[in-house]
């Protein structure tokens, strides 16, 4: 068994409680998603409920873990789109949330860090750099929400 799902057991219910308590995100020193290439669009359901497309920089990640860890123990498919992610499973400590738990890499109440993609953009690779695909800090908190 791996560790990663003993540990969202553990965590659980304290997820479950921040994502309650909704976007208290206080962000902190976190910094924004750096320029990578090879990122992954992610919006099959996020902006049909009000959220922006999530940005997954897959290299960035991909230099950190090796692929076994994702798409063996995790269960990641090798397609953009294809594992049926959505914000429940990540909360209940599956696929993203594995790990975007507080312990191994900031959580999820940082709603802001996953959800950064531009309006409109399809479930897609993009080869490209995160920069192009990306809402600059600014823009975004212009934007009524
Ligand atoms: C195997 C563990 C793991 C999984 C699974 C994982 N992440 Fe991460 N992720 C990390 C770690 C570790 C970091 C670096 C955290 C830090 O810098 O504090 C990170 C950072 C990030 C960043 C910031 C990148 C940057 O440039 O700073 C984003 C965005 C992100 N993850 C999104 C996701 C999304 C979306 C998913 C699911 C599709 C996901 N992650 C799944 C471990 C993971
Ligand atoms: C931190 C988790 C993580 C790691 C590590 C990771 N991947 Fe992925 N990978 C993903 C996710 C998430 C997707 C998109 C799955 C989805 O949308 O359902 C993906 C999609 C893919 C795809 C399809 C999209 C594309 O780029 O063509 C390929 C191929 C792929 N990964 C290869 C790899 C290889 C090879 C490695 C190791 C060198 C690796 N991945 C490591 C999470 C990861
Ligand atoms: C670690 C990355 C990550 C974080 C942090 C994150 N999300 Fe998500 N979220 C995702 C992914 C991946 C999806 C599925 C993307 C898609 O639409 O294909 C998603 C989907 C959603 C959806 C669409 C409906 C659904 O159930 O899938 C909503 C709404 C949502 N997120 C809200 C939030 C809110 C609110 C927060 C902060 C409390 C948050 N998310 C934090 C990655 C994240």
Redesign the pocket.
């Known amino acids: 068994m791996n560790f990663y799902f003993v540990k969202s057991e553990l965590e659980r219910g304290s997820l479950l409680l921040l994502f309650l308590l909704g976007t208290l995100a206080v962000v902190g020193n976190i910094s924004p998603a750096h320029a990578e290439y ?1 990122d ?1 669009v ?1 919006n099959q359901h996020a902006e049909k409920e009000g959220m922006p497309p999530v940005i ?1 920089p ?1 290299w960035f ?2 230099i ?4 076994k ?3 063996a123990d ?1 269960g ?10 959505n914000m429940l499973k990540i909360i209940d400590g599956q ?2 949330g594995a ?1 975007h738990n507080g312990e191994i890499a900031w959580s999820v109440e940082n709603c802001d860090l996953c959800h950064t993609g531009k309006d409109g953009l399809k ?1 897609q ?1 993009d080869g490209s750099t995160l920069s192009k695909l990306v809402v600059p800090v600014k823009d975004k908190n212009k934007k009524p929400r």
Not at 64 to 67: A, E, I, L, P, W
Not at 76 to 85: D, M, P, Y
């Open positions: 090879g992954l992610l997954f897959h990640h991909r950190r873990f090796r692929c860890v994702c798409h995790l990641f498919k090798f397609k953009a789109g294809g594992s049926g992610i696929y993203c790990c479930t690779v």
